[in-house]
Each structure stands twice: as structure tokens, then as C-alpha cells.
């Protein structure tokens, strides 16, 4: 099924890992790329569950626009174990204008296709995406 507006496609891998992520926490992240010549959203890769933030920021380009899903744990003021899954559309200054629209025009689409978003962030560089941001935005 394509996006009218931007003509991309979600692969079923797509909508499987995020399942495995959410359901058996198969996976710490997911990192998805836009595949041009296939007009169609792809995995690209997918964090272990042993896999830091750190690992999670360092997979995506610095000059690429991506999206990605992060699974993450935190504890509560009232010392309660919690676990949000935060959407990140990763569109860097450094990235085309192009892949920019690109990614821009598909993401809602896509974000449907993964059911159980419970946290959004746009970054354009590392510091909105930042731990201290997710936390602030997951109570």
C-alpha cells in the first residue's frame, strides 16, 4: 500500500520487527531508511537488547535522514520500573533537501503502520534526542 503523498511503501519486515520489539523486546532499537529505487521504507538495523543509547545515536548518519524506533526503560519519581517507545524522525541539517521532503511526507503514514508509539520526537541534531529529552517527554 503507498502513500499517496509520497508514493513510499512500508515493507512487512518493518511492521514484524517493531512487533518483536514491542511485544518480546527482541530488539533495544530499530533503525528504518527510505529506499528510493524501491519507493518503499526498509529496515536498515536493529539494536540487541543489550545495546546502549549510545549505540542507538551512533547508528544513525549524520548526513541521512532515517527513522527510528527506541525502546526505552527508565524508572519513575516513585521508583517504579516503566517502558515507553519513543518514534524518532532523525532529519539532520546536513542531510538533502530531497530525502528531507522525502522522509517529511511519509512519516505519518508510517508511524500508523507501527502500532504502539507512545512517544514522538523530531531531531535535526543529537541534542533533541538526548536521553534527558526522551525522559521529559516519557512521564
Keep these: 500500500m503507498a502513500n499517496a503523498a509520497s508514493g513510499m511503501a512500508v515493507h512487512d519486515d518493518c511492521k514484524l520487527k517493531f512487533l518483536e520489539l514491542k511485544a518480546k523486546r527482541t530488539y533495544r532499537f530499530i533503525v528504518f531508511k527510505i529506499e528510493e529505487k ?14 546502549s543509547y549510545d549505540d542507538f545515536a551512533a547508528s544513525l548518519p549524520a548526513n541521512e535522514c532515517r527513522y527510528a524506533v527506541y525502546d526505552f526503560d527508565y524508572v519513575t519519581d516513585e521508583n517504579c520500573q516503566k517502558s515507553r517507545i519513543v518514534f524518532i524522525a532523525w532529519s539532520p541539517d546536513e542531510s538533502k533537501v530531497r530525502s528531507k521532503m522525502i522522509y517529511a511526507s511519509s512519516k505519518d503514514r508510517f508511524k500508523r503502520e507501527l502500532d ?7 531531531a535535526t541534531d543529537p541534542t533533541e534526542m538526548g536521553l ?6 516519557s512521564n
Design 116 to 122: 504502539g508509539i507512545q512517544v514522538e520526537l523530531q
Design 38 to 51: 524501491q519507493k518503499q521504507v526498509v529496515v536498515e538495523k536493529l539494536g540487541e537488547p543489550t545495546d
Design 132 to 137: 534527558d529529552v526522551i525522559r521529559s517527554r
